[in-house]
């Protein structure tokens, strides 16, 4: 027999996960999300997802849209690798 949770008050009305665990929404701040939401033309819900995440405006860009050049170390830090 298994427990059943409401989905009143879950996150995007999911009541549980696959693995049996409450979605819960993290806080955010209003004011983040609305410069989040303003500044990169987003849908709310991913704003504050974001903003949950602990993503700032300024790192929003690269999060969204990564590339190899922002992921990967300057090549001139690896071992044996000469400045030319």
Same mark, same amino acid.
């Given at each position: 027999? =298994?427990?059943?949770?409401?989905?009143?008050?879950?996150?995007?009305?999911?009541?549980?996960? &696959?693995?049996?665990?409450?979605?819960?929404?993290?806080?955010?701040?209003?004011?983040?999300?609305?410069?989040?939401?303003?500044?990169?033309?987003?849908?709310?819900?991913?704003?504050? &997802?974001?903003?949950?995440?602990?993503? =700032?405006?300024?790192?929003?860009?690269?999060?969204? =849209?990564?590339? &190899?050049?922002?992921?990967?170390?300057?090549?001139?830090? &690896?071992?044996?690798?000469?400045?030319?």
């Amino acid at each position: 027999m =298994t427990k059943k949770i409401s989905a009143e008050g879950a996150f995007l009305e999911v009541a549980r996960s &696959l693995g049996g665990r409450r979605w819960n929404l993290r806080p955010a701040d209003d004011r983040s999300v609305r410069t989040l939401r303003q500044s990169h033309d987003l849908d709310p819900v991913v704003a504050r &997802l974001l903003v949950a995440r602990g993503i =700032t405006s300024a790192e929003a860009s690269d999060y969204l =849209t990564p590339t &190899l050049r922002s992921l990967m170390p300057d090549p001139s830090v &690896l071992k044996d690798m000469d400045k030319a």
